[in-house]
């Protein structure tokens, strides 16, 4: 992986391959001779394909292999279990396919109009399962992109990320200095992967060119309104900065969020190091001078839910996919709360709780720790109309 750090960017790619992708679920029985073969085969393949993609692979279950209704149970969710625990891959599934899912620690989204409720419910109120708002006959897939529109979905792929501040939007206006890392960066990893390409060093999935972009994620939502910045502006320069990428790189731009604590911190520190005009947004010291990652409140610190799942109006037309609100609950929600919660919040965001049962994500940052999950805000419950209290265990 290559890292560049730019006036209020940073560029993450490759040098010799795409930097992400993702595929539907088809290309796990081709050209796999034995039914009793399959589950190991397709299990090395998709791990030879992540391994080589340090942004993350999607893998869009669209098309379940007819080897796996021949597994029996126990093997069918040992197969579940086992590609879900691949490192950078993230399984993705529509709510009929989401209904067939045997228990165990798996994870994935759930793409579906509607929230979750019944069996499926429960598994996303426990975390299992993230909720993705279905608008399209497109995937919007969470940190990664958007699918090309079709019956069956075609393997896509990116060439890198740029992560950048909100609030140096305007000093980005111009994207000289986007388009000509980006440019480099492209570049570079285009001639590695043509050398990759004809030593057969690449996985069993076409790559087309035409299907490459790049994506274009945001931090720092929550300082850009703390420096009085407004949304209606940002949107006119984010529109502006994505069409002028793709005028220019001649390439599709995935616009979204970025939930990398990593980036946000490192563009923090970089504000703070070089005396950047947006640095007055960061806290004071002692506080860590970081940004915090996507649009809204950092899911470390015990705010409101709704700070936690904010997103203005007309960000639904702007960006590609939802930013992940990453909703941690110091217990699994009731379907009443959850409901209650998802009147108030429209667009809905990818959402994804976090129950005090299950370990909050990586890396640990011993400047930034994560609050303990009895201090977080609870959903309130419209049927009893109790809200559990922020300080009950002090009592």
Do not use: Y
């Not at 279950?61 to 879900?84: F, K, V, Y």
């Not at 529109?149 to 939007?169: H, I, T, Y």
């Amino acid at each position: 992986m290559t890292a560049q750090e730019g006036r209020g960017f940073v560029l993450r790619a490759t040098q010799d391959c795409p930097w992400a992708g993702w595929a539907g679920s088809r290309f796990l029985e081709e050209g796999l001779a034995s039914v009793h073969a399959a589950p190991g085969r397709a299990l090395a393949r998709l791990m030879n394909l992540a391994a080589l993609l340090p942004g993350g692979f999607g893998l869009i279950w669209d098309h379940p292999p007819a080897w796996m209704q021949s597994l029996p149970p126990e093997s069918r969710q040992g197969w579940w279990e086992a590609i879900t625990a691949i490192p950078h891959l993230t399984l993705h599934l529509g709510p009929e396919a989401a209904q067939a899912l045997p228990g165990g620690a798996f994870r994935g989204w759930v793409h579906a109009p509607d929230m979750p409720d019944g069996n499926l419910g429960e598994h996303w109120r426990q975390g299992v399962l993230g909720w993705v708002p279905a608008t399209g006959k497109t995937w919007q897939l969470p940190d990664l992109g958007v699918t090309a529109a079709g019956d069956e979905v075609p393997p896509g792929w990116l060439w890198g990320e740029v992560s950048l501040a909100l609030g140096a939007l305007s000093t980005l206006g111009s994207g000289e200095a986007l388009v000509a890392a980006m440019s480099e960066a492209q570049g570079l990893a285009e001639r590695g992967l043509a050398q990759r390409l004809s030593s057969g060093a690449w996985v069993d999935l076409p790559f087309s060119r035409r299907a490459v972009g790049w994506r274009l994620s945001l931090v720092g939502g929550a300082e850009f309104l703390r420096a009085g910045g407004t949304w209606p502006q940002a949107l006119g320069q984010l529109r502006a900065l994505k069409a002028l990428l793709q005028e220019r790189l001649r390439t599709p731009i995935h616009l979204g969020a970025c939930s990398s604590f990593q980036v946000a911190a490192q563009l923090g520190r970089q504000a703070l190091r070089e005396g950047l005009p947006w640095r007055a947004s960061l806290p004071l010291p002692p506080a860590p001078g970081a940004f915090t990652p996507g649009l809204a409140a950092d899911p470390r610190d015990p705010v409101p839910l709704e700070a936690r799942t904010m997103q203005p109006a007309a960000w639904s037309a702007t960006l590609d996919h939802p930013p992940v609100a990453l909703l941690r609950v110091p217990a699994v929600p009731s379907e009443a709360g959850a409901q209650a919660l998802l009147g108030q919040i429209q667009p809905a965001p990818a959402w994804r709780w976090l129950p005090p049962d299950l370990p909050p994500p990586g890396p640990f940052d011993p400047d930034r720790p994560w609050t303990s999950a009895a201090a977080f805000p609870f959903p309130a419950d419209p049927g009893n109309g109790v809200q559990r209290g922020l300080f009950e265990d002090f009592g």
